[in-house]
């Protein structure tokens, strides 16, 4: 290096330095809560459910009547919503908990209550439904929950649910307007102009007249419920064959049986038409009887 000159600078390279990498924004932990739709009163009716009808050429209907008027409101229904409603109104127990019957006990141990269901519109040939939930009187709703929460349902389960929570039945008026019907169009009136009998008559009436009869088959069944009991099924598939075969041969029999199935399945119509048959048969019988005896 020459006398008078200055060395040259010399530059290091930087050091990188460490950029962590960016997160992603943490979601909220914020509860989103679901709020209450519109409802106006108003705008909407409320119904009762006045039957259900189980028949072969329009299925399974649940009709609702329209309260302060004589129009009915036909829903058609599916076999299983079906016999789950007549279950629940007829008051009769199941051996487990159908899914409706899940639904409320759920809703129960969450704290949870049913208000109301209201039929908001129809949609094609589809009724739409919104079922509202409320916290059950005496617990306190959570931080910036609503009072009142609905979802959307199909009217099958909102009324199965209403039934079940003792809960208001509303139908918006201008669904009401279009499918409302008289409540005579749903008559079922026997020829010559007779008044339709109640269900509770007609249940009452079968009852009545099937009481008196002796079932031949009762050791058999008590058999028979003993032998599955006990895994015997050998036993028990020729216990369920004789029961078949005495079935087949007694036409009384085999009337009583269907009588009780019609009236569990909630088909009053037809209930009260095999109980005339029955009733027709045992008298038949009662007079060859008597005849015999001559």
């Known amino acids: 290096m020459a006398l008078g000159t200055l060395p040259q600078r010399v530059i290091l390279p930087q050091r990188p330095r460490f950029v962590a990498p960016r997160q992603p924004p943490r979601p909220s932990r914020r509860l989103v809560v679901p709020r209450a739709s519109e409802f106006n009163l108003s705008e909407y009716q409320e119904a009762v459910v006045a039957e259900v009808r189980a028949t072969e050429k329009n299925g399974h209907i649940v009709l609702l009547r329209l309260k302060d008027t004589h129009s009915l409101l036909p829903v058609f229904i599916g076999e299983f919503e079906c016999g789950a409603l007549v279950s629940q109104i007829n008051k009769k127990p199941t051996g487990r908990p159908l899914t409706h019957d899940l639904m409320k006990n759920t809703l129960e141990a ?85 008044a339709t009998e109640q269900h509770s008559d007609v249940v009452r009436s079968c009852r009545e007249e099937i009481a008196a009869f002796h079932d031949p088959t009762i050791m058999i069944k008590l058999q028979l419920q003993v032998a599955v009991v006990e895994e015997r099924f050998e036993e028990a598939k020729t216990l369920r064959d004789q029961i078949d075969k005495i079935l087949a041969s007694d036409r009384a029999l085999s009337l009583v049986v269907a009588i009780e199935t019609a009236i569990e399945d909630g088909r009053y119509e037809e209930a009260a038409r095999l109980r005339d048959e029955f009733k027709a048969l045992r008298q038949a019988q009662q007079l060859s009887s008597e005849m015999s005896d001559l």
Do not use: C, W
């Not at 739409?128 to 009072?147: E, F, T």
């Open 110 to 194: 969450l704290g949870f209550r049913v208000t109301k269901v209201r039929i908001t519109a129809l949609v094609g040939n589809t009724y739409h439904a919104r079922v509202h939930y409320a916290r059950a009187r005496g617990l306190k709703a959570a931080d910036g929950m609503a009072a009142e929460v609905d979802v959307d349902a199909r009217p099958s389960d909102a009324v199965n649910l209403a039934v079940r929570f003792g809960a208001a039945i509303y139908v918006n008026k201008e669904v009401a307007a279009k499918m409302g019907q008289p409540g005579h169009a749903f008559d079922a009136s026997p020829p010559g102009g007779g």
